[in-house]
């Protein structure tokens, strides 16, 4: 117990949890709670205060945080328990880095969007508000890919950025 304390979380990779392994390949997992578990999860996923997306992705994370704390007691679950812990940091892997690209392509095709349309500021603003978020990402080769993006969007895109004169 925390006395009602915040608890301090870092969000990593290890909150992601994949549903498919490198070949799309996965099992279904079917089992029943009452209501309120439930409606507890629906609510606890609607605040946004975790990075879940669905309850799939927060039954996945506790089903394997709950197998970590198995594998303290068998040690035959500790030694077959870390060939999965190896497949799923490769696919936490696999998966950040497909939405690193997706990222990247979408932030491309938006920045070129607000060019096109001659909207500079927007343009600026949002390669303002991306630069903050990606600063306030963990030290790592990700965060390192996008700030190489965004320091290329803005060595290519500066000239078109600036506010050309509109023809009255």
Request: aromatic share 8%; no cysteine; charged share 30%.
């Amino acid at each position: 117990m925390n006395g009602g304390r915040k608890a301090e979380l870092v969000f990593d990779d290890s909150f992601f949890v994949p549903g498919t392994d490198e070949n799309g390949k996965s099992s279904r997992l079917s089992f029943s709670v009452p209501p309120a578990v439930d409606r507890f999860l629906v609510e606890l996923i609607a605040r946004r205060t975790l990075p879940y997306r669905t309850k799939s992705d927060l039954l996945r994370h506790a089903l394997v945080k709950h197998v970590e704390t198995l594998k303290d007691i068998d040690p035959i679950i500790h030694s077959q328990y870390a060939s999965v812990q190896a497949v799923l940091r490769v696919l936490q892997d696999v998966e950040a880095a497909a939405e690193l690209e997706n990222s990247i392509a979408l932030l491309k095709e938006h920045m070129q969007y607000f060019i096109d349309k001659r909207m500079p500021d927007a343009a600026r603003g949002l390669l303002e508000e991306i630069r903050k978020i990606v600063n306030g990402m963990p030290e790592g080769p990700f965060k390192n890919v996008y700030l190489q993006n965004l320091q290329e969007y803005e060595r290519v895109l500066g000239p078109r950025l600036v506010e050309e004169p509109q023809s009255v």
